[in-house]
């Protein structure tokens, strides 16, 4: 049997879900004024850092009142960051239908020892909200990058809440309308939706949240990279620029980057329409086709970014190693990089929708893993 290869390849093949592909045109010379071998104290450190959260508050439109600081150790320091200076307070809800959530579990019950609700979903499914208690500070990933199901909008999350809500928006900010007024924390990282580079999480407080820090103090120790007050009160310089350890003034000066091409193109409906589009590119083949279907079973939660997909023809015999082969032909193909299933999901595909990805290059990839699934089913035939 021969398989017409397709005609068009995608310009570019990188549709990983992190560190995810640069903004369309990126070259080395754009970090040119880059403060290389300078201090992050100095004023022109100071003054890039600064710029970076005054410009993703303007993209983001987070509210005045709300601080944002520059963090170690990418959202995985953002968020523990949070949950180790806010949690303990009150009753804690964990919410989790992924890989990432599932962490977030396990350093709550298992490494702060705290004895908190745990409400989970499978794989492609997404928590009952109308079910949380929100009187308890509840932790909850926005959209699951691993299960590529996100939370739809921020309704079921109550004005009058008396808890925090701990948000890791990691695959989300970017790409996703975010209701601030429902987050108290939110944390993302560089390298998603604006294709930065990894190592800097960002770590966004809303007044509720920094008046907890101020008048709460944990039972257990914190390590220097998470302590965000002294004296009872919020150390504010961590929130204008002055970093707790040392940033890369490259990574900063290439986040600056993407910040000043998504301004360029329009802000954040531009950078949602664009990852919209791609999603729609996916969706569109998905619904064509009989043997793939998308993870997300309620169409409501399908991720826009992360978009996740499973094989479903009967005759695949190991989906597992049926899904692996794929990504190693496009990958061999030079047409699909890094596409396989988070390693904790369920076997099939992960394909990279967020701001920075081409609409162009999604569609010409969707006939190649036609292609490809073509090419195995047949190869599993004659290895019967």
Known sequence: MVIETPAARPANPRFSSGPCAKLPGFSLDMLADAPLGRSHRAAIGKARLKAAIEETRAI???????????????????????MWSLLGARGVEMLAWESFGAG???DVVKQLKLDATVR????????????V??????????????????VPNGDAIPADRQGLTICDATSAAFAMDLPWDKLDVTTFSWQKVMGGEGAHGMLILSPRAVERLETYKPAWPLPKIFRMTKGGKLIEGIFEGETINTPSMLA??????ALAWGKSI???PALIARSNANFAAVQSFVD????????A?????RSNTSVCLKFTDPRIKDGAAFAKAIAKRLEKEGVALDIGAYRDAPAGLRIWCGATVETADVAALMPWIEWAFEAEIAAQAAAA
């Open 60 to 82: 983001l439109g987070i509210p005045a009142e709300y601080r944002i600081g520059i963090v170690p150790g990418s959202d995985t320091g953002a968020v523990e960051m949070a």
């Open 104 to 106: 977030w579990v396990t």
């Open 120 to 131: 989970e979903a499978p794989y492609g499914e997404i928590v009952d909200f109308a079910e």
């Open 133 to 150: 208690d929100f009187d308890k500070d509840v932790v909850f990933t926005w959209n699951g990058t691993t299960s590529g199901v996100r």
């Open 252 to 257: 900063v000066e290439d986040y600056l980057v």
């Open 266 to 268: 329009g802000g954040l």
């Open 288 to 295: 064509s086709k009989p043997w793939i279907e998308n993870l």
């Open 297 to 301: 079973v309620d169409p409501a939660t």
